[in-house]
């Protein structure tokens, strides 16, 4: 297992890469927040053998965050993480230890993607996606890779980095990999760590939801209203505030209307919040109504009230 060679300049970062294309090696990139999981591991794995050189970036990004949110608390343990690339066999780690070596003085230039950032995530969080997309674009310029690799977990922030690249012809493709989850089917997060045993206990209503939603639409059930629904209803159980409960259009993440007939690949997507004694936490997930695996369960295992049989 060898250390992955930590670089914390942009322009050491560009140089590194220029000189493996200079060589005709091909490079894959996984951008993270760092305070690497399973989730983050499953997203190397993907990417390693997609090129010869495989870059990882470890930034938390104050951009992506808006006034209240828990950048200052965002967990951190770059030793930790660094212990992760090497294990997955991540080459280069871009880890710049400042944000202003990201966002210099006199930065003044911003990517938005529209119309896939108009809902959910997007309406709840103001500038959340401008952060974000500027930053990948920017990760993107500096590297210059083949492959980039992201989670479907944020599906909404894949389906909008999708949408820039090919917008912008950035000739890059970007690679989506399936939610991990506990064992009990709660997705990895770096969120998590927040958690007290309680409020764990009840954020597992958030794939309890989904479960029940996918259950009914195995089971024929083809309304978006009634799916939603179930979703929320269980949802609502658990969880301290629901930040949204929705179904929607897995390639232009317009919501359905009530009416709407979903198909297997419509998306059923959840925000919401849990408090605990570390402060509120707002966890993320969702899933293909058609694709029981992706949270962990099998078609038509879930029972009414989103249970699994064990």
Not at 50 to 59: E, H, K, N, P
Not at 68 to 88: I, K, M, T
Not at 128 to 153: C, D, I, M, Q, W
Not at 204 to 233: N, P, T, Y
Request: glycine letters at 8%; a negative charge.
């Amino acid at each position: 297992m060898t250390a992955p060679r930590v670089i914390e300049t942009r322009a050491g970062i560009a140089a590194a890469c220029a000189e493996a294309r200079k060589a005709g090696r091909t490079v894959a990139l996984v951008p993270t927040m760092g305070f690497l999981h399973d989730g983050h591991a499953a997203l190397m794995k993907a990417a390693r053998p997609r090129a010869d050189v495989l870059v990882a970036t470890i930034f938390v990004n104050p951009t992506q965050f808006g006034a209240g949110e828990d950048l200052d608390r965002y967990p951190r343990d770059l030793e930790g993480d660094l212990a992760v690339c090497a294990r997955e066999g991540v080459d280069l780690v871009f880890a710049p230890p400042d944000p202003a070596e990201m966002y210099p003085e006199g930065f003044q230039t911003w990517v938005t993607v529209e119309e896939t950032t108009r809902h959910f995530c997007g309406a709840r969080r103001p500038g959340h996606f401008r952060g974000v997309t500027t930053v990948v674009t920017k990760l993107f310029n500096l590297v210059r890779p083949e492959v980039a690799v992201f989670g479907e977990k944020d599906f909404q922030q894949l389906v909008t980095l999708r949408t820039m690249a090919r917008d912008l012809d950035m000739g890059i493709e970007l690679v989506g990999v399936p939610t991990v989850r506990e064992a009990d089917g709660l997705a990895r997060s770096s969120r998590n760590a927040y958690l007290d045993d309680d409020a764990r206990a009840r954020a597992l209503c958030i794939v309890r939801g989904l479960r029940a939603a996918q259950s009914a639409f195995a089971g024929g059930e083809r309304r978006a209203g009634a799916l939603r629904d179930l979703v929320l209803e269980r949802v609502s159980a658990g969880a301290d505030e629901v930040d949204y409960v929705d179904l929607a259009d897995p390639s232009t993440l317009d919501p359905l209307a009530a009416d709407a007939v979903c198909r297997a690949e419509s998306r059923a997507l959840v925000a919401a919040f849990f408090d605990s004694a570390a402060g509120r936490t707002r966890l993320i997930d969702n899933a293909a109504l058609g694709d029981p695996a992706s949270t962990g369960s099998s078609a038509g295992s879930g029972s009414a009230d989103g249970r699994t049989s064990r």
